[in-house]
């Protein structure tokens, strides 16, 4: 049995990395994730350097693969490195919300929408769990700025939190029972993220299940009293006596229960015991096997967004080749801040795109190692891009990092210039773009033939561009976050990141594509959005309900000469909803390989749970009644075929009180006939009174329809007094 002190010091760690060994219980490692695996080298002079391992896709990039089986298998791979280098749990997946394209850790996290995000994390976190290896699932909750991270507070109605920035973390837990939940920074609704019960205990453990750790995110806790009694578990970095001691002091003094202590104690306790349970001193792993997947994942990552004359793929052999742009030589493969990773190894796409041509292929930086205007530089690129077949320019951001938000989504000045000079020089121009976020695209894009979303692609991502620029990988990637044609089109424009150490969700439900669809507001590529070097035609859909859920069919066929994968998308809305929507909601996906010439019945199911809204009068979820119009098809703008199914809904009947409005009343089956008999007893059923023909005056109805019942009294009478109304209350709700 331990002593309180002995559970206090056992809910912290005992330095940067592990935890605090106390009696029999022995320390274990915790590190950052989530692409690779970043274990602090031992004689590192700061907390980045990390011993070599392999630097994966980022979540920016697997995103955009759309692909569960790839990150499952990216998920394994993370795992087998973890085991091998003693670490017990990983520090991912983060699955953050991209609010705003400014978000500074938007590399970090898969998409603007929950439906993807979740379903991506739950593979992500089964394949990492699998090799005995525990996730961390973070940052708990609404985390999708760097500004004034570690105090600004979240401010978002439950729809909103529950629909959008709730529910990929709901899923995850749902379906993968991570080891641990990450707690985040910032405060949701004024209280610390590490400091609420509702979150942490009553939503996380209490409605979702949760079993395992509740840890903090590293210095993220203010309080460790109102900490452990809100639910949280484990507190990083340590060692904090100081903390450890006002837990056990907390007890002596009434203030914290000690039960409250020991739970937390008993989780990290059963937390190293299967840490210790699945350890493997022994353990190794293929380094050159995980490098050949980090370039199979990031070439499935590359989004292909114009190829305008069929200018891509390129040749191996007879098409001359200019690369232009220092990114080419010196890539940008990840973001800065907690997940950067020491790679094994580092491709470059210049390097590779020699290796896979026989043609003569030429090099010039275009601007400075910093990607600043070089003037010199970029003559000479003009000059070396003239010379060649086809020029292939490669342009990106210059930074993107956990700790700061992006003061906007334009690409260096010089960079833009250089690519006009380019394609005015040499007409066959592709432009591939490195950047942890989206960037603006609108208007140069236009005058260029071919471009490529290359992200930040990990160690192997140049490899995986020239894969994908010569056609040995057909391009499959599509967009997991929308490109607007300027920042202020954006739905979070007016609220990010907020003031005075607030920020606003005043875009509520209608967040990403959702607010853009909305507003039938036109962007430069839409959420979904992807090409490919064949052709995809989609026959009629069908759907039929199953299980309270929806089964969607539709046959697809590549009608291109070159085998390829498509990602069928299938968007729900109901016209017909009482509660405000957006037009069309990812509900399900299929990442499908079809081969030139074959057809494929694709079948795409949505589970009932996925069909529900968050009702905030009834505090539950809710399936509405009435006829799904389910939009399939390429993108969430690029819809082929359609198909309304009914489905039946949940009794969603809102009970009616003193303070429903007369209109509400009379919409209510129960409340109308309620109602409407009172009306006529207290009228003597007399149609001429004025009071009853009331109701019957359009223009009158429309002025009352809003009036709270219980003020009825100031135009009824003493008929409707307080005693009236809560019988009037009481039989329409029995």
Not at 246 to 270: E, F
Request: proline fraction near 5%; charged fraction near 20%.
């Amino acid at each position: 049995m331990l002593s309180s002190a002995e559970q206090a010091a056992l809910t912290s760690g005992t330095d940067m990395w592990h935890t605090t060994a106390v009696a029999d219980i022995p320390s274990i490692t915790l590190t950052d994730g989530p692409h690779g695996v970043r274990k602090q080298a031992a004689d590192a002079k700061d907390l980045i350097t990390g011993e070599p391992a392999t630097c994966f896709p980022p979540a920016v990039a697997l995103g955009s693969s759309w692909d569960p089986d790839l990150v499952h298998r990216v998920g394994v791979a993370l795992g087998e490195e973890a085991r091998a280098m003693g670490v017990a749990v990983l520090l991912g997946p983060g699955i953050n919300l991209k609010r705003s394209p400014l978000g500074g850790r938007n590399f970090e996290y898969y998409a603007e929408d929950p439906l993807l995000t979740g379903i991506l994390a739950v593979e992500w976190v089964k394949g990492l769990q699998s090799t005995g290896v525990g996730a961390s699932l973070k940052h708990f909750a609404v985390n999708s700025q760097e500004t004034d991270r570690m105090r600004v507070s979240a401010d978002v109605d439950e729809r909103t939190l529950r629909e959008l920035y709730l529910r990929a973390f709901q899923r995850v837990v749902h379906e993968a029972q991570p080891w641990t939940v990450m707690c985040a920074y910032n405060r949701v609704n004024g209280v610390f993220a590490s400091e609420h019960h509702w979150l942490l205990t009553e939503v996380l453990r209490g409605e979702w299940g949760f079993e395992g750790v509740v840890v903090s995110d590293w210095g993220a806790v203010v309080d460790r009293v109102a900490a452990v009694a809100a639910g949280l578990d484990l507190t990083m970095p340590g060692p904090d006596e100081a903390g450890d001691a006002a837990l056990a002091q907390a007890i002596v003094d009434g203030r914290l229960d000690p039960a409250a202590l020991d739970t937390s104690a008993a989780r990290v306790r059963a937390l190293v015991a299967k840490a210790v349970a699945h350890a493997a001193p022994d353990a190794t792993y293929d380094e050159a096997a995980h490098h050949a997947l980090a370039r199979e994942a990031a070439g499935r990552s590359v989004v292909l967004l114009r190829n305008e004359g069929g200018l891509l793929p390129l040749s191996t052999s007879d098409t001359s080749i200019a690369v232009i742009g220092e990114i080419a030589h010196t890539p940008r493969y990840q973001g800065g801040g907690s997940s950067q990773i020491t790679p094994t190894r580092l491709d470059d796409a210049l390097s590779e795109i020699r290796k896979l041509t026989s043609a003569p292929v030429t090099f010039a930086p275009g601007y400075a190692v910093d990607g600043t205007a070089d003037d010199a530089l970029a003559a000479e690129a003009v000059e070396t891009a003239g010379g060649a077949d086809v020029a292939v320019v490669f342009i990106g951001t210059a930074h993107e990092t956990e700790g700061a938000d992006r003061d906007g989504i334009d690409l260096p000045a010089g960079q833009l210039a250089l690519v006009e000079r380019v394609v005015a020089a040499n007409p066959r121009t592709v432009v591939v773009l490195s950047n942890g976020a989206v960037v603006r695209t609108t208007p140069w894009d236009r005058t260029v033939p071919a471009l490529v979303e290359g992200w930040l692609l990990g160690q192997a991502g140049g490899g995986a561009l020239a894969d994908v620029l010569f056609g040995v990988v057909n391009p499959s990637g599509r967009l997991a976050e929308t490109i607007p044609h300027a920042l202020a089109d954006h739905p979070s424009y007016l609220d990010f990141p907020g003031e005075a150490g607030h920020v606003r969700y005043g875009e509520g439900i209608h967040a990403g594509y959702r607010g853009f669809d909305a507003r039938e507001q036109d962007v430069a590529y839409p959420f979904g959005f992807g090409l490919s070097y064949t052709t995809f035609a989609y026959g009629d859909a069908s759907a039929s309900t199953v299980d309270g859920g929806i089964e969607v069919r539709v046959p697809v066929t590549n009608t291109g000469d070159r085998d390829g994968r498509e990602v069928v998308q299938v968007y729900a809305g109901l016209p017909t909803s009482r509660v405000r929507r957006a037009p069309r909601e990812l509900k399900g996906f299929a990442n499908v390989a079809i081969a030139a010439g074959e057809t494929v019945e694709v079948v795409v199911a949505i589970p009932r749970d996925d069909l529900a809204y968050w009702d905030p009068w009834l505090k539950r979820w809710a399936v509405e009644g009435g006829g799904y119009v389910l939009a399939v098809g390429a993108s969430s703008r690029d819809v082929r075929t359609t198909v309304t199914v009914q489905v039946d809904g949940d009794d969603t009947r809102r009970p009616l009180t003193a303070d429903s409005t007369l209109g509400e009343w009379l919409e209510d089956p129960k409340g109308v006939e309620v109602l409407m008999g009172a009306w006529a007893a207290a009228t003597g059923g007399d149609g001429d009174d004025k009071r009853a023909s009331a109701l019957a005056d359009p223009q009158i109805f429309t002025f009352l329809a809003s009036l709270p019942l219980q003020r009825l009294t100031a135009f009824a009478g003493d008929e409707f007094d307080a005693d009236a109304i809560a019988r009037l209350v009481a039989a329409a709700n029995a």
